[in-house]
């Protein structure tokens, strides 16, 4: 009876750590709707975390692409000192490739809630 009132206690403290880790790593990354994120679009780094096919599909006019599968390798590349705006097709991506840029200094980390899935703004794309 004991083991199992000390497994509980443990999975609680388990369970509190990952959520407060969690909290405290999504601090200083902004979650914005689509009318602030298309606030000031020609102002910032914005980045399609998506696949290529995708991309090329339909994209937030002004975007480059930066798949998440090659992030880690081309991050570098975003300036520290400019706004960057990521999207995903839904949002999770972008929380990942956030936490990394948080990770290497980067200030004002802005995702698109949400992703492309629901953005009714203007779309470009290669067929057009």
Do not use: C
């Not at 969690?22 to 696949?51: C, P, Y």
């Not at 839904?90 to 490739?97: D, S, V």
Request: glycine content about 8%; overall charge positive; charged content about 25%.
């Amino acid at each position: 009876m004991e083991s199992w009132i000390i497994a509980l206690i443990i999975l609680a403290v388990v369970i509190v750590v990952l959520v407060i880790n969690a909290f405290l790593s999504m601090r200083g990354v902004n979650m914005l709707s689509e009318t602030e994120f298309n606030q000031d679009l020609r102002k910032v780094q914005l980045i399609d975390l998506r696949e290529k096919a995708q991309f090329e599909h339909g994209h937030i006019l002004g975007a480059r692409n930066m798949p998440i599968s090659t992030f880690q390798m081309k991050k570098g590349g975003i300036r520290k000192d400019k706004a960057v705006y990521l999207y995903d097709q839904n949002g999770r991506t972008a929380l990942r490739a956030a936490r990394m840029l948080k990770k290497d200094g980067h200030k004002d980390i802005n995702v698109l809630k949400q992703g492309i899935a629901k953005w009714t703004g203007k779309i470009k794309s290669k067929n057009r």
